[in-house]
């Protein structure tokens, strides 16, 4: 059934018994879930060093006690998420553990922050290494948005195929840049210790221009804050837990401390290097723009093919530090589809045993906002923080209330640990909030109520429809009589015998009725309905089916018609009323341009029809008829030219679908 | 039913009975169809002298001799149809007298040749109108698309009104041109006659510049080519007889002859005082560019407020000559589709007795015309008067066999009086081709062949239709069984025990059909089933409906149930399998974004189920249950803040319009 060309993209559809082989372990979880956190690294100490460049030189210097900031606030998340994992074994994530400790408003509060964080985070990240790739490569800065769009269909697809095989795709890239960047550090810090402090740049980073500010708290605090976007991801292993083969929860644990583990030496070894080679940002966007790791690569290993090899891991893993959003996103929209503040679909696996509709959604917001800002996304990058702090603090606080309400020794160390967790991210939220507010931050505080909005709206939506059709006991079979079927008719031709025969099959009461209006060709039916219906049927036996011929008085079938369904419904109150569409249907292209009267009338019936009305759809192929000789003979233009046409000379038209053509009523 | 606003824009429907009334005379017949044709006097002429400024001054006396001959041309058209109105009295139009006379083929080039004229018509009219006063208020500019498809929906909604609404409506404005111009031109005459064919200009022309070329032939007739564009719009009331009331052919004869005289006296006057005062064209798009007319105007009448008033007359006829368009194009479809050349709706009269559909289209075609070329359709011109001058040749070529194969002296003389028509019209066509074909007169020549085919195929598909369904003879009822009745359920709410109650009263044999899926809530149905359904249905003496449960490997819905309609299909080739389609319809704007799996089921049943299957829908309206107080709160942000969703907490989703939920099967 045409499925082929699905199952070469996503690859044959798994069993449901399969799900522990999609299963996965830290070596494949690095990269499924560590992309986004461990992308980090680059952009992290680039966005403080940013804040800093009115420093000058002096910038280097305080590079170093915030990386050591940073890497305290990311110790602190850290041991907090080793105890939501324990916790919360199911994939608790901000929104579980907020709800169950915070109340519903506050899990809704988290989810949302999440939501925009990881859709913001799939634009960010793609356009932030196809923009790294253009400068590298400039003839391809024309194709910005094709190639941010091609990196997200490719993300989309291989997150689609199912968990194992993102694993496996995305493993190669990841621990190559691990190897490199971890090289690059050991190799600058080696040098930097045996020089004493002073190590000799192999190539040799842009002069750092003089300082026009001194280093006010404020300034660094604001550093600090922009820097704090390297912890973003490191939520996503305690979101997604089962993805984990048994032991679960060790897997998962192991997998958070291989992350952070990475990500603090990361940040510790760009914040000495920085200081040692003196490296600082240059501004982005003006001409010798250079971003701080490529200073320090440079610096550590000249302008090699060492340097191209490590640059261009970078450049992958922020391409495809995406990917991280797309193994939690679905999940978020599955605990939020459980919970009924999304439909069912984001809460079934699809044919590979990933959450589909939550992958496709991501991958369609995350277009979006690609095409939406031709795939230069920096502006976002502000807003993207907000949801991640927010989830984060809400996640702590609520396993504070956890703890507390666990009691016993083990708990309060426990409820110190993620106190403090609690503080500092939330410290860290004020901070962006109130400094990047005026940078578009406040986007995020806007769009936040209007998820929350929608997620209730959907829920409030559920719970009415289950009010609305929730019944008990035994079916009530009292009362129950054949419907009334209405059969609108044109002319006696062969999709109307087809539905008159299901009507006489189906009940004994059957109206054929007729709307006379401004018909092009008109068939008088009243003297062959006698001959053709009325005694077949009863030399058959059956009922016999009643013409009705109604005038429209304004040329038009839908008024009159359904007029008479109303009376037929008022007259029968306890009757359904069985309205037969033949439909004709030809399976071209062109199908869904042309036969739209059947369409219209099937929903004026269920939009407005009533309780009592039900719609007998009978389709009629095209293929049932065996096809004329006229009928297969195709259009050419050497057939148009030379003959063709004429054979087709005046035939009526067929319109067969609903009927209008004179006849005189027979009452019976 | 919320007609009330589509009354008051379009007036109460008008029974058919009342088309008498809604016929016109002559007096409404010149501002109906005479628009297009009266609008030339002011762009024919400017077009031929356009052609001619390198000319210099001897272009004013070249314009004389060439407005003569297009007069002629002018009168041979108007005699031929004369004759076409009084042997076509049902509206003969280019399409019926190519197809009677000269073949099926002939007759789908004129009509195609037509059809793009009138569109083209409507773009270029209006656009010129609003181009003229956007050049007179500048102010206006930035609001050109804005005003063009403003004055659009005007004239398609006045004439979705009806024709004696569009007759009074265009009458003031019609009548106030003639008056004006037709003033203008005498006081202008009697001023030339007076002062022995030298009067003095009240406000002097621009200087006209020397000459750069001397005349050549060909340069004379692409001006007289040029200037022939003053003819479109003459064929309108042949192709409109049936609108005039009786006399209708008098009556017709009336109009053209009012048309066609007024026509020839502004021709024949702007002429002669082009040569009187010695006015030139002004090169287009340039500064000091001021319209012939204009010229004109101001020489007669100096720049006090009747130049004003005649200049904004001949503004608002240049933006009203779009509605001939409205009135003929309408026809041309309506030919069409009596042919079958077209879907059947364009022969159907609407509400207000006028050809809904063919008026429509050409809105939404001149719209996009307008919206692609953003109101400036200068390029189209060329394009215009082909359509027009193929439709005539045809035509008058028709009416030349028309009269052969009549025979008779009276035929004689008509013959020639055709024959010479022909020449001319025909002779005049080819000079056009020749002279605009670089200026993009090769797109009508691409776009009629593409039209001819589009007519074509849907005239084969007509047919193949018909040949498919046509059936003879009395109503086959052999082998006539009730039909199998198919349905998916999840739990037996009310939504299922609704369409339950149909299949039992409808057929013995039901199968109630589960799907078990990835279910968030499951509901064991095979206890409930034996009490809640097989019990009373036997109670009651019904056949009991059997319960199937179907295993999805893949964890979705319509493999597994397609299947099984298949099997059963298979299984009882003689049968009907009605598949029903519980669907739960809230009368909302977001139905059509939420409800999409019942539409989905029944989509791909009506396209892909067979010939066996028919479909039942079950339409079932929120507002046919009990609200409870949930479902009937509003969502607002205190209500959020304060309460609301807690009372909200736990309850199990709903999604009932198909099921999936697991259960033992019972078979039978």
Chains 1, 2 share one sequence.
Not at 14 to 22: G, I, N, P, T
Not at 333 to 360: K, M, N, Q, W
Not at 502 to 519: G, K
């Amino acid at each position: 059934m045409g499925k082929s060309w699905r199952e070469k993209l996503l690859g044959a559809p798994l069993r449901s018994e399969e799900e522990q082989d999609e299963r996965i372990g830290p070596a494949a979880g690095v990269p499924v879930l560590g992309l986004d956190a461990l992308a980090s690294a680059s952009y992290g100490p680039e966005a403080a060093l940013s804040i800093m460049i009115s420093l000058g030189a002096a910038a280097a210097m305080h590079i170093g006690p915030i990386a050591l900031a940073i890497v305290l606030v990311l110790v602190t998340v850290y041991f907090s998420y080793r105890q939501t994992i324990e916790a919360y074994p199911k994939g608790g994530g901000s929104f579980a553990v907020a709800k169950e400790n915070l109340g519903e408003r506050a899990g809704l509060l988290a989810a949302s922050a999440l939501a925009i964080d990881y859709i913001l985070n799939v634009a960010v990240g793609i356009s932030a290494g196809v923009g790294a790739l253009v400068s590298a490569v400039p003839a391809l800065l024309p194709l910005t948005v094709e190639l941010c769009l091609g990196i997200l269909a490719l993300l989309t697809i291989v997150n689609l195929r199912g968990l194992r095989a993102a694993g496996l795709f995305f493993m190669a890239p990841t621990y190559l840049f691990i190897g490199c960047l971890g090289a690059t550090l050991a190799v600058g810090i080696y040098r930097a210790l045996a020089s004493g402090g002073h190590p000799t740049p192999l190539a040799a980073p842009p002069f750092v221009p003089t300082a026009t500010t001194a280093a006010t708290a404020w300034l660094l605090l604001r550093a600090f804050s922009s820097g704090c976007t390297a912890l973003t991801g490191v939520e996503a292993v305690s979101n997604a837990v089962p993805i984990f083969r048994q032991p679960t929860i060790k897997l998962a644990r192991r997998t958070l401390t291989l992350i952070v583990g990475i990500l603090g030496i990361f940040l510790l070894g760009v914040g000495f290097l920085c200081r040692a080679y003196h490296i600082g940002a240059t501004p982005p966007g003006q001409p010798g723009f250079q971003s701080v790791l490529s200073q320090i690569v440079g610096a550590v290993w000249g302008r090699g093919p060492v340097y191209t090899m490590t640059m261009a891991s970078i450049l992958m893993v922020l391409c495809l530090s995406a990917n991280t959003s797309f193994a939690d996103f679905p999940r978020v929209c599955r605990a939020l589809a459980l919970d009924e503040y999304l439909p069912a679909e984001f809460a079934h696996r699809g044919s590979r045993l990933v959450y589909t509709a939550g992958i496709i959604t991501l991958a369609f917001a995350a277009a979006l906002l690609l095409l939406v800002f031709k795939g230069i996304t920096d502006r976002l990058i502000p807003l993207f923080a907000i949801g991640a702090f927010g989830a984060f603090t809400l996640s702590q606080a609520g396993m504070v209330m956890h703890w507390r309400r666990r009691g016993g020794r083990h708990a309060k160390k426990s409820l110190l640990v993620n106190l403090a967790g609690a503080l500092v991210t939330g410290g860290t939220l004020i901070i962006i909030i109130v400094s990047k507010f005026t940078e578009g931050a406040w986007i995020t505080v806007m769009v936040v109520p209007i998820l929350i909005w929608l997620f209730s709206a959907i829920r409030r939506y559920h719970c009415k429809l289950q009010a609305a059709s929730a019944t008990e006991g035994p079916l009530d079979l009292s009362a129950l009589n054949p419907p009334i079927v209405v059969l609108p008719l044109k002319r006696l031709d062969g999709v109307t015998r087809k539905s008159l025969r299901l009507a006489l099959a189906v009940s004994p009461e059957i109206h054929a009725v007729q709307v006379l209006t401004e018909a092009m060709q008109t068939e008088n039916l009243s003297e062959s309905w006698r001959e053709c219906v009325e005694k077949p049927a009863a030399e058959a036996g059956w009922h016999t089916p009643k013409l009705v011929v109604l005038n429209s008085a304004y040329r038009e079938f839908f008024g009159p018609f359904l007029e008479y369904i109303k009376k037929l419904a008022l007259e029968n109150p306890n009757r359904t009323i069985a309205v037969m569409v033949p439909e004709l249907v030809e399976r071209k292209w062109y199908h869904f341009i042309i036969r739209h009267r059947a369409t219209l009338l099937k929903g004026l019936l269920v939009w407005g029809g009533g309780p009592q009305v039900a719609i007998i759809n009978t389709p009629w192929y095209m293929r049932d008829f065996p096809e004329s000789g006229v009928a297969r003979k195709r259009f050419s233009i050497l057939n148009w030219l030379g003959l063709g046409l004429d054979r087709l000379h005046g035939r009526p038209p067929p319109e067969i679908e609903l009927g209008e053509s004179p006849s005189t009523p027979r009452p019976r």
